[in-house]
């Protein structure tokens, strides 16, 4: 059910990924919408089934670093932030609270830059 939810709530999924891009544009971060099957980079197997994703991402001067979040239905009406990667098991914050999710990815980005090092 939360699946379907998700599929049909693109709408929803997009103005949140929205607020998040802009959340974290003060952190430095820049964002890629991947909000349609046709603009990832590569072939997408199933259009049908796309949910939309933001690349979140900040450049270095070798390689950049960054993670894909997704935005999705959770139990309760409600929506939430998640590491698309993992999944259900990346989830991040509600949607509700995009400060937190702000944070969330900040953390998790930073950790992937500066391993050991503890935010």
């Not at 991947?34 to 590569?42: Q, T």
């Not at 670093?65 to 309760?76: E, I, P």
């Not at 259900?88 to 830059?113: E, I, N, W």
Request: charged share 20%; net charge positive; aromatic share 12%.
């Amino acid at each position: 059910m939360l699946r379907l939810r998700t599929h049909l709530g693109r709408s929803t999924a997009v103005r949140y990924l929205d607020t998040l891009s802009a959340a974290l544009k003060p952190l430095g971060y820049r964002a890629i919408r991947l909000y349609r099957p046709e603009e990832f980079p590569v072939p997408v197997a199933l259009p049908a089934l796309w949910e939309p994703f933001l690349w979140v991402y900040v450049p270095g001067p070798h390689s950049h670093v960054g993670t894909v979040v997704s935005a999705r239905a959770v139990s309760g009406g409600m929506w939430a932030y998640h590491e698309a990667q993992r999944g259900r098991f990346g989830y991040l914050s509600p949607c509700g609270d995009v400060k937190a999710a702000a944070d969330q990815t900040d953390k998790l980005l930073k950790h992937r830059m500066f391993p050991g090092n503890a935010w």
